[in-house]
């Protein structure tokens, strides 16, 4: 990946630096407000490891066909240039706390800064995993899912014998590719579908629990619960309990983790190394650092990781920064107590899942596409 500053920002001397670390769902809610309503004295910088974002929401239609890559991605330099922000096509690799750079590239190519926001997300976790290789498929990175699921096709299309697909976490991102995957495939592979705990879909509903269990066990796709995937070997994977069961591919969607370069950097972290931030989405000990999505944790709060969350950060994220840069003070993010989950099932349906409620409809899934297509148009149709 080369480092390329695409697109001047609209800076004058004397501005101040607000440096966006990653493309995340916050991140790109964030430049399209700083679009209709410039920073006044400000220089905007995003980095980004990649040039197109993914929505996260419209992945598993992606995959079982409804939507297009364009559909699902969001141009970054384009929504930079919006915005009136320089974009450096960059992954940051660390911070030098002491004097405000942000480290990108190999860490040689330092960027002053005076206010930093991080929205980089996090990827699963498989640091203890022994053996994980190429057919190992983490459903983050977006484009190393979508590149591995292009051999997965290519397999079911060229091999005798149907493939053998494993799917490593039975959450609601799990369930919901499993079924994406299998809509493509029907009849040309198998799935399995391997959860640590008791039910799938933990965090949700005993109702969605059961209807989403229904239906894999009605469309022939194998559940394993209470068990872990602890080594890969070169056909199989094994589990905790000593089974071994074929595996041509492997789908990790367990729960994600963060980058480890967060504390590294020496921020302050909780045990699994998300950011630990105040309500104010900044972090515990540098006020001009602030952090959003998956890769926060507001204190004494237990969000669930998940996109809507993300998305939701983003309004007080905005005032906050503003505010920072003004020298007003900040407001606390407050989360919703619950929050409206639609699961797609790769079938035209979706099942919605709130508080203690959950049911399965065609008129879930159309509601989804609309909510999902109106969050996408807000970065394809940009104003003038
Ligand atoms: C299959 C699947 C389906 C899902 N469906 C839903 C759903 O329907 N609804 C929902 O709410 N959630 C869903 N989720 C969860 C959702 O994907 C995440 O919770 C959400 O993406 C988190 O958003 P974020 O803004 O924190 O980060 P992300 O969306 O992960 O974005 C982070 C960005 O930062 C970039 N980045 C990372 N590291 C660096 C770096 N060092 N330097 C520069 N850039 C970097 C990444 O490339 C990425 O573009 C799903 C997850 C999966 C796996």
């Not at 980004?48 to 991605?73: F, Q, R, T």
């Not at 009849?187 to 879909?201: N, S, T």
């Not at 020298?327 to 349906?349: E, N």
Request: charged share 20%.
């Amino acid at each position: 990946m080369s480092t390329v500053v695409a697109t001047p920002s609209h800076s004058l001397p004397g501005s101040r630096e607000l440096t966006l670390i990653g493309g995340g769902h916050a991140h790109v809610l964030l430049l399209r407000k700083f679009g209709e309503e410039p920073l006044r004295d400000v220089r905007l910088t995003m980095v980004s490891d990649i040039e197109h974002a993914a929505y996260s929401g419209m992945l598993p239609g992606h995959i079982g066909g409804v939507y297009g890559w364009a559909e699902m991605h969001i141009d970054l330099r384009r929504l930079c240039s919006f915005a009136g922000a320089r974009f450096i096509h960059a992954r940051a690799c660390g911070l030098d706390l002491g004097r405000k750079h942000v480290l990108i590239g190999d860490g040689t190519s330092p960027l002053p800064t005076d206010l930093i926001s991080i929205n980089v997300g996090g990827t699963p976790c498989m640091s203890t995993i022994a053996g994980i290789d190429q057919r190992v498929i983490p459903s983050k990175p977006v484009s190393r899912l979508l590149a591995g699921w292009e051999s997965v096709k290519a397999a079911a299309r060229n091999s005798m014998h149907p493939p053998q697909i494993v799917i490593v976490g039975g959450g609601a991102g799990g369930v919901e590719l499993a079924l994406a995957m299998h809509s493509q495939l029907r009849g040309k592979a198998e799935f399995i579908i391997i959860q640590r705990g008791p039910h799938l879909l933990p965090g949700h509903n005993l109702r969605a629990q059961r209807i989403l269990t229904r239906l894999l066990r009605e469309r022939k796709l194998t559940v394993i619960t209470n068990a872990q995937v602890v080594e890969v070997t070169p056909d199989k994977v094994r589990l905790n309990d000593g089974r071994l069961l074929t595996a041509d591919f492997i789908v990790w969607a367990t729960q994600t983790a963060p980058p480890a370069w967060l504390a590294e950097s020496g921020l302050d972290t909780t045990p699994e190394g998300f950011l630990r931030i105040k309500p104010t989405l900044q972090t515990i000990n540098y006020p001009w650092i602030f952090a959003a999505g998956d890769v926060a944790a507001i204190e004494h709060q237990e969000l669930p990781k998940s996109g809507v969350f993300a998305v939701r950060m983003a309004k007080t994220l905005g005032g906050n920064l503003r505010a920072y840069l003004s020298g007003h003070g900040p407001r606390d993010y407050q989360p919703q107590r619950y929050s409206l989950s639609l699961i797609g099932t790769a079938d035209g349906r979706a099942v919605a899942s709130y508080g203690c409620m959950a049911a399965h409809s065609t008129h879930f899934w159309q509601w989804k596409d609309r909510i999902d297509r109106r969050f996408m148009r807000q970065f394809q149709e940009l104003p003038m």
